[in-house]
């Protein structure tokens, strides 16, 4: 069973964040290391470690990920610029913190596909 990381301390708002979104399923907070003029990270509150541990029962909240991505992109007025939403998974996909995340990016030219390049 894995265990639990920095990201749910975050949620439970038992360690500082900028948190600038939460609602029941998710929350969103300010990239502690941005890069881009805008990086936020948008998390499941429930914990899942990887994309992989993904099941049917979390449609709702994985869509809800990305309506919340959508506000928050124009909330930060990246929406018409245009902006990147990755999530990645386990060692090649370059994943450090084992709770799910959308990293929402923009503010500059992002670049072809690769985010730290
Ligand atoms: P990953 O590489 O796992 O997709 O991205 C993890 C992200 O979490 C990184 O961009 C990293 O800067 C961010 N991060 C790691 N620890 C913290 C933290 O304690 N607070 C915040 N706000 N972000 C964090």
């Known amino acids: 069973m894995a265990e639990e990381t920095i990201f749910s301390k975050i949620i439970r708002k038992e360690i500082p964040a900028d948190i600038v979104y939460q609602d029941d399923l998710v929350t969103a907070f300010r990239d502690i290391s941005p890069r881009a003029p805008s990086?936020?990270?948008?998390?499941?509150?429930?914990?899942?470690?990887?994309?992989?541990?993904?099941?049917?029962?979390?449609?709702?909240?994985?869509?809800?990920?990305?309506?919340?991505?959508?506000?928050?992109?124009?909330?930060?007025?990246?929406?018409?610029?245009?902006?990147?939403?990755?999530?990645?998974?386990?060692?090649?996909?370059?994943?450090?913190?084992?709770?799910?995340?959308?990293?929402?990016l923009g503010g500059r030219p992002l670049g072809p596909l690769l985010i730290d390049q």
């Not at 909240?61 to 998974?89: H, P």
């Open 39 to 104: 990086h936020v990270l948008i998390i499941p509150n429930k914990f899942i470690p990887t994309l992989n541990d993904i099941e049917e029962e979390d449609e709702l909240m994985m869509g809800r990920m990305f309506t919340v991505a959508k506000k928050l992109a124009k909330d930060e007025g990246i929406d018409e610029g245009g902006y990147r939403l990755i999530m990645n998974c386990n060692a090649h996909g370059g994943q450090e913190v084992y709770h799910i995340h959308m990293h929402l």
